[in-house]
C-alpha cells in the first residue's frame, strides 16, 4: 500500500506571502488534494530578528485569500528548538558529528583561501578528527555534521531530474551554532521527519540545500523526501523577478482588483502545463497537476496575460457574487469607502442590473469600481478631461432640446427612451453617436460606459433628468 502523500509549505516570516511563495503553495496545495493527501503549514521562524507577528498573519491572509487551506495546527519552528538540539547531540554522541572550535578569523580565512583556488567547499574541515581536548579555552563550539567526504550525492528530483553532487565539493555543514541554536539546514530536515512529510516542493533556490540536507538524512538513518524543486519566476525580460515586474505580495493583487480563482489559475500555468489547456477549474487543475509536468526553465510573469485572464473569470463570476466580492474589497482601496458609506438595496440593486454591461469591458474589480461610480457618484458629477471635450456648447444645446421630450417619458425604460432619442436625433440630422455622446459624457462624466439607454434606465428617471440639467446649465 502506497504511503499516504504529505506536502508542507514552509515560508519565514520575514515579510508579505510573495507571488512566488504563493505558486510554491499552490503546487504543494494541489499535488496533496490530487491524491488524498495532506498539505501542512510550517512557519519558519528561527530567525528571531526578523520574523514578525505580521508577516505571519500576512502569509496566513494571503493562503486564505487564494483558497488554499492547510491541514491540521500551523508549526512553529522555532517552538520546536528542543527537539532540534536533541538531534544534533545524538549526531555528536554517534559519532557522525563533532565539535569545532574554528575562530571567525579562521573561517573568514578558509573562505577567502577558497574564493582564491575557486573552491566551493569553505570549510577545511580542521576539528572534524582532532581530539576535543585541544579546544581552545573559553571558546563556544559549534556542532558540524560529519558529511561524506568521497563519492557523490545524488538526488532524483521530479522536476530537474537526476541531480549530481561531489561530495568532495560539499562542506561539513552546521547543525548547531556555538550560541546552542539550531541551523536552518538541520531544523528543515528533523521537521520534515517528524511531519511525516513524503515531497518536498519548493524553489530551486533550494536544490542544493537538497543535496547538504540528505547528508543529515543519511546520518540520522532516516528516508529521504521526494523532492521537487521548482524554477523560480522571472520578469517578461527574463531577469530576475523584481517589484516592476510584479515581485508584490499577494496581498497587493487583492488590492489590485484581482480574483482568487484567477490568480490560482495564472499561478499553475507559471512553469506548469496541460497541453494547450489555459483555463482551468479548481477540479481540473487538481485532477491534471503532476510534478514532472513543471518546466525546468524558469516562468515568465506576465501582467497583461493575468490581466486578460481576470477579464474572463469577471464576466464569468455570478453578477451578486461579483457585487459580493468587490463590497469586500472596498476597505482596501482608495475611494472605497465612498461606495461602502452609500450601499443601499437600492443601490445593490442598481448595481446587479448595470452588472452584466459593466463587466464585460473591465479586467480588474478596481476597473469595474471605477466603471460603476456613475451609479452612485454624487451630483453635480465629476466630469473627467475627455467627457469635458465631448460637452461642447453645441452638444449641451442638444441636450437643452432633447430634455422636454425626455421629460415627457412616463413608461422609463430603455425601450421607451430609444424610442424617443433616435427620432429626435434623426430630425435634428444628427447621427445616433451625437446625441448618445453627450448624453453619456453627462450622466456618467466619462465617455466610456455600458449602452446608453441601459445608462439611463438604471439611473432612473430623476436622476438622469436632473444630471442632464446639471450639464445642460453648466
Given at each position: 500500500m502506497n504511503e499516504p502523500v504529505v506536502t508542507r509549505f514552509a515560508p519565514s516570516p520575514t515579510g508579505f506571502l510573495h507571488i512566488g511563495g504563493g505558486r510554491t503553495a499552490l503546487f504543494n496545495w494541489l499535488y496533496a488534494r490530487a491524491r488524498g493527501g495532506k498539505m501542512l503549514l510550517r512557519i519558519e521562524d528561527t530567525d528571531r530578528e526578523r520574523s514578525t507577528a505580521a508577516a505571519i498573519a500576512a502569509i496566513i491572509d494571503g493562503l486564505s485569500w487564494l483558497g488554499?487551506?492547510?491541514?491540521?495546527?500551523?508549526?512553529?519552528?522555532?517552538?520546536?528548538?528542543?527537539?532540534?538540539?536533541?538531534?544534533?547531540?545524538?549526531?555528536?554522541?554517534?559519532g557522525k558529528a563533532y565539535r569545532c572550535y574554528a575562530s571567525p578569523e579562521e573561517l573568514t580565512a578558509m573562505r577567502e583561501a577558497a574564493r582564491r583556488e575557486g573552491r566551493s567547499k569553505l570549510y577545511d574541515g580542521r576539528w572534524r578528527d582532532r581530539d576535543p581536548s585541544e579546544a581552545p579555552p573559553g571558546?563556544?563550539?559549534v556542532i558540524r555534521l560529519k558529511a561524506p567526504q568521497t563519492g557523490e550525492t545524488a538526488i532524483e528530483d521530479q522536476v530537474q531530474g537526476?541531480?549530481?553532487?561531489?561530495?568532495?565539493d560539499l562542506d561539513d555543514l552546521v547543525l548547531l551554532r556555538s550560541d546552542g541554536n539550531p541551523t536552518y539546514m538541520l531544523a528543515v530536515v528533523v521537521d520534515d521527519h517528524d511531519m511525516g512529510v513524503t515531497h518536498i516542493i519548493r524553489g530551486d533556490d533550494h536544490l542544493t540545500n537538497g543535496a547538504r540536507q540528505k547528508h543529515i538524512y543519511d546520518a540520522l538513518g532516516w528516508n529521504v523526501p521526494i523532492m521537487a524543486h521548482i524554477p523560480l519566476i522571472h520578469g517578461p525580460d527574463g531577469s530576475k523577478l523584481s517589484k516592476r515586474h510584479g515581485a508584490l505580495g499577494v496581498d497587493a493583487y487583492r488590492a489590485?482588483?484581482?480574483?482568487?480563482?484567477?490568480?490560482?489559475n495564472y499561478l499553475v500555468r507559471l512553469g506548469w502545463a496541460h497541453g494547450d489547456q489555459e483555463i482551468f477549474t479548481t477540479e481540473e487543475m487538481v485532477a491534471a497537476f503532476d510534478l514532472p509536468a513543471i518546466g525546468r526553465s524558469p516562468a515568465r510573469f506576465d501582467f497583461a496575460k493575468l490581466?486578460?485572464?481576470?477579464?474572463?473569470?469577471?464576466?464569468?463570476?455570478?453578477?451578486?457574487?461579483?457585487?459580493?466580492?468587490l463590497e469586500q474589497l472596498l476597505p482596501h482601496i482608495a475611494g472605497g469607502q465612498d461606495l461602502?458609506?452609500?450601499m443601499t438595496p437600492v443601490l445593490r440593486g442598481k448595481l446587479l442590473t448595470a452588472m452584466p454591461a459593466l463587466k464585460e469591458r473591465a479586467k480588474t474589480l478596481i476597473e469595474l469600481f471605477e466603471a460603476s461610480r456613475f451609479l452612485w457618484a454624487s451630483r453635480p458629477l465629476e466630469i473627467n478631461e475627455a467627457a469635458k471635450v465631448v460637452l461642447t456648447q453645441e452638444a449641451k444645446a442638444v441636450i437643452a432640446t432633447l430634455l422636454p421630450e425626455l421629460a415627457a417619458v412616463t413608461d422609463w425604460s430603455a425601450g421607451a427612451i430609444e424610442a424617443v432619442v433616435r427620432p429626435f436625433a434623426e430630425r435634428a440630422g444628427l447621427k445616433l453617436g451625437a446625441v448618445a455622446q453627450p448624453l453619456r459624457a453627462a450622466l456618467t462624466g466619462r465617455t466610456t460606459s455600458p449602452p446608453i439607454f441601459d445608462v439611463l434606465d438604471v439611473l432612473g428617471r430623476d436622476e438622469s433628468l436632473a444630471r442632464l440639467r446639471d450639464q445642460a446649465a453648466a
Amino acid at each position: 500500500m502506497n504511503e499516504p502523500v504529505v506536502t508542507r509549505f514552509a515560508p519565514s516570516p520575514t515579510g508579505f506571502l510573495h507571488i512566488g511563495g504563493g505558486r510554491t503553495a499552490l503546487f504543494n496545495w494541489l499535488y496533496a488534494r490530487a491524491r488524498g493527501g495532506k498539505m501542512l503549514l510550517r512557519i519558519e521562524d528561527t530567525d528571531r530578528e526578523r520574523s514578525t507577528a505580521a508577516a505571519i498573519a500576512a502569509i496566513i491572509d494571503g493562503l486564505s485569500w487564494l483558497g488554499l487551506s492547510w491541514d491540521g495546527e500551523i508549526v512553529f519552528q522555532f517552538q520546536r528548538a528542543a527537539r532540534h538540539r536533541q538531534i544534533a547531540e545524538q549526531l555528536l554522541a554517534e559519532g557522525k558529528a563533532y565539535r569545532c572550535y574554528a575562530s571567525p578569523e579562521e573561517l573568514t580565512a578558509m573562505r577567502e583561501a577558497a574564493r582564491r583556488e575557486g573552491r566551493s567547499k569553505l570549510y577545511d574541515g580542521r576539528w572534524r578528527d582532532r581530539d576535543p581536548s585541544e579546544a581552545p579555552p573559553g571558546v563556544k563550539p559549534v556542532i558540524r555534521l560529519k558529511a561524506p567526504q568521497t563519492g557523490e550525492t545524488a538526488i532524483e528530483d521530479q522536476v530537474q531530474g537526476r541531480v549530481v553532487w561531489q561530495n568532495s565539493d560539499l562542506d561539513d555543514l552546521v547543525l548547531l551554532r556555538s550560541d546552542g541554536n539550531p541551523t536552518y539546514m538541520l531544523a528543515v530536515v528533523v521537521d520534515d521527519h517528524d511531519m511525516g512529510v513524503t515531497h518536498i516542493i519548493r524553489g530551486d533556490d533550494h536544490l542544493t540545500n537538497g543535496a547538504r540536507q540528505k547528508h543529515i538524512y543519511d546520518a540520522l538513518g532516516w528516508n529521504v523526501p521526494i523532492m521537487a524543486h521548482i524554477p523560480l519566476i522571472h520578469g517578461p525580460d527574463g531577469s530576475k523577478l523584481s517589484k516592476r515586474h510584479g515581485a508584490l505580495g499577494v496581498d497587493a493583487y487583492r488590492a489590485m482588483g484581482y480574483l482568487p480563482a484567477a490568480m490560482r489559475n495564472y499561478l499553475v500555468r507559471l512553469g506548469w502545463a496541460h497541453g494547450d489547456q489555459e483555463i482551468f477549474t479548481t477540479e481540473e487543475m487538481v485532477a491534471a497537476f503532476d510534478l514532472p509536468a513543471i518546466g525546468r526553465s524558469p516562468a515568465r510573469f506576465d501582467f497583461a496575460k493575468l490581466e486578460s485572464l481576470n477579464g474572463h473569470y469577471i464576466r464569468s463570476t455570478d453578477d451578486a457574487e461579483l457585487i459580493a466580492t468587490l463590497e469586500q474589497l472596498l476597505p482596501h482601496i482608495a475611494g472605497g469607502q465612498d461606495l461602502a458609506s452609500r450601499m443601499t438595496p437600492v443601490l445593490r440593486g442598481k448595481l446587479l442590473t448595470a452588472m452584466p454591461a459593466l463587466k464585460e469591458r473591465a479586467k480588474t474589480l478596481i476597473e469595474l469600481f471605477e466603471a460603476s461610480r456613475f451609479l452612485w457618484a454624487s451630483r453635480p458629477l465629476e466630469i473627467n478631461e475627455a467627457a469635458k471635450v465631448v460637452l461642447t456648447q453645441e452638444a449641451k444645446a442638444v441636450i437643452a432640446t432633447l430634455l422636454p421630450e425626455l421629460a415627457a417619458v412616463t413608461d422609463w425604460s430603455a425601450g421607451a427612451i430609444e424610442a424617443v432619442v433616435r427620432p429626435f436625433a434623426e430630425r435634428a440630422g444628427l447621427k445616433l453617436g451625437a446625441v448618445a455622446q453627450p448624453l453619456r459624457a453627462a450622466l456618467t462624466g466619462r465617455t466610456t460606459s455600458p449602452p446608453i439607454f441601459d445608462v439611463l434606465d438604471v439611473l432612473g428617471r430623476d436622476e438622469s433628468l436632473a444630471r442632464l440639467r446639471d450639464q445642460a446649465a453648466a
